[in-house]
């Protein structure tokens, strides 16, 4: 056994590689599965990588081919495969400055050049149950699933908000690795002191913080979108007036979407002559970026153009994609486009972007929907 297989504990090559299958959308050749080991536990040897491969098939994986590997159905440590294995890619789309990707991001990552991305803002899906076909299916159909649907209020219908309180630490543990690798794919893609901003929410934050700065990139704070949103605040489960002045956990006032950068190259000065990147762009100049923005629920006039269950408003998406190119320079990237609320943010700022969505019943509400959503107005008017 080389010096650099036994740095590692027994197993951790073998769940690097279950790791980086689970989150390809397409089999992968033993050299492609090398260099994302490589990336997520550092330099490991295409020997090693082939020996666990060949002594845990078919337990665990699946030789389609000669020399090329699938994860074996049960076996995956995520979900993100599991969505969209056996769909037709669309063609790019352009629309004003932005570019829409039918994709699945760790895939399409790796195609990338290296240095090519000056910011990311986006709003993930986790790569958790709750975005499997089966609970998007059920989403989609009304009937919820793991999805709370919450009961209308004053002839209001809610939107629907995922139970995060459900999760069994297996599916935290594949939330962190979700990210880790994510992170580990995305570092070598961005520019020096390229920001990195991911939404998330008070019960899974520390998760993917720690996942983030585990992988490499720097944490430097919060984003506290203040919303008051339908999570937390109810009474105990059936027993509501038995305790009528208790809630199980607080009602929700605020959302922490977490800031990270890539490590500078020099001086912040160097980094922004250098790659125009390193800090944040004033509102104004006497106004520095602040990291408490007051919000609102996405309006439903606003929901009605691009119907996702994440939808985040314009007025607060706006503000954040334009801190993310100091000089006003660059590409910004959201590697879970969703519904594009990212990109028409980023066009009607007027910056380039690009987005990359792997479910098809999204990209298709993308296309329609960023046009619009670039026209709307903060007041809710079009």
Known sequence: ????????????????????????????SIKQIQERVSQVIGPTPTSSVRSYLRLNTPKSFVRQDWGV??????????????????????????????????????DWLEQQVDNSFQAVLTDPPYGLHEYTAEQQSKLRSGKGGVWRIPPSFDGHIRSPLPRFTTLTAQQLEELRS????????????????????????????????????DAGLERRGEIIRLVMTMRGGDRPK????????????????????LVYRKPLEGRAQDNLRKWKTGGLRRPAPDKPFGDVIPSSPTRKSERSLAPHPSLKPQAFLRQVVRALLPLGEGTVLDPFAGAGSTLAAAEAIGYTSIGVEKDRYYFDIAARAIPKLVRFHANGSL
């Open 69 to 106: 590997y699938s994860v074996r159905h049960g076996a995956t440590l995520g979900v993100q495969r599991s969505l969209l294995d056996k769909e037709a890619w669309q063609p790019p789309l352009h629309i004003g400055r932005a570019q829409l990707i039918h994709a699945d991001c760790f």
């Open 178 to 213: 979700f990210f880790f690798v994510w992170t580990r794919l995305l570092l070598p893609k961005l520019v020096p002191g390229a920001h990195v901003v991911v939404a998330s929410n008070p019960l899974l934050s520390y998760i993917v913080a720690g996942a983030l700065a």
């Open 1 to 28: 056994m080389s010096e650099t297989e036994t740095r590692y504990a027994p197993g951790r090559v073998r769940d690097a590689i279950l790791q980086v299958l689970s989150l390809s959308s397409k089999p992968l």
């Open 238 to 257: 059936a027993a509501h007036k038995e305790f009528c002045d208790v809630s199980v956990m607080p009602r929700s006032m605020w959302e922490p979407w």
